[in-house]
């Protein structure tokens, strides 16, 4: 027993299973080897009755009122930080002990006039990889088809896509064709600076009234509930007497 009538040592284990082992004496109380969870709930529930500093090493120490500083050592006083008794929880502490990375800001993505919102379709995603074409890491890489004969299947950022960079380098179109007649610089835009999207079949781009669409995502039977022309349009491209069953399980462009 310590001169303070506590066992200098013992095993503290809390009821979700996580446990510590707990040396006391005059000046404090010293947890090691404890597991994330409510062990932490107790320390901290300990520190908010008591007033108690918790001081995690190599981090911050944690007080609970802004006129404890002045009792620490200079050491410790630049990097404390005061918590309002009821915000001292144990995931505040462990917030201190192993802080959260600060999300990343990813730039905005360019615009594409055909295809507004690549990253709801697929044709665009998450990554902190370099592209494969320009070398630098843009935070967003191009997931869509590419059809040329030496362009990598993927890697390539959507910047490269919008400003055409990754269509000269190689040699590459992003969708298959364009069904229906455009001007010049509206089949250039499509097939060259716009992501494609996959499909269960190589699909061409739709125009109309001379312009290209937008291709807005994949369409099946329920979105298709409301254009019964759309259907119709697609039985008479499929004359078939399965179209029906067909239609209920497909995805259309």
């Not at 510590?20 to 994330?36: I, N, Q, Y």
């Not at 060259?192 to 291709?215: I, K, M, N, V, Y």
Request: proline share 9%.
């Amino acid at each position: 027993m310590s001169a303070t009538g506590l066992p200098e040592s013992w095993d503290l284990e809390a009821e979700d299973g996580g446990g510590s082992e707990v040396h006391g004496d005059a000046l404090g109380l010293t947890f090691s080897r404890f597991s994330p969870g409510q062990i932490l709930d107790h320390m901290a529930e300990l520190a908010r009755r008591t007033g108690a500093a918790v001081i995690p090493l190599g981090c911050p120490t944690i007080l609970t009122s802004e006129a404890d500083p002045k009792h620490l050592p200079e050491s410790l006083r630049a990097e404390a930080i005061v918590v309002a008794p009821e915000s001292l929880t144990g995931q505040a502490i462990q917030l201190v002990i192993t802080p959260r990375p600060e999300p990343r800001q990813r730039p905005a993505l360019p615009q594409f006039p055909y295809h507004p919102n690549p990253v709801a379709t697929g044709s665009a995603t998450i990554s902190d990889a370099p592209c494969a074409c320009c070398g630098q890491e843009r935070g967003w890489v191009y997931t869509g088809p590419v059809h040329a004969a030496d362009a990598p299947d993927s890697g390539s950022c959507p910047y490269c896509v919008a400003f055409g960079k990754a269509a000269e380098r190689y040699d590459a179109a992003f969708a298959d064709g364009i069904e229906g007649d455009v001007p010049e610089d509206v089949g250039t835009t499509i097939l060259r600076r716009t992501p494609g999207f996959l499909a269960w079949q190589s699909p061409t781009w739709l125009t109309h009234c001379g312009d290209g669409a937008e291709f807005l995502g994949l369409a099946g039977a329920k979105e298709l509930e409301k254009y019964p022309d759309a259907v119709g349009h697609l039985r008479q491209r499929w004359p078939d007497d399965r179209f029906d069953d067909f239609l209920a399980y497909a995805d259309f462009t």
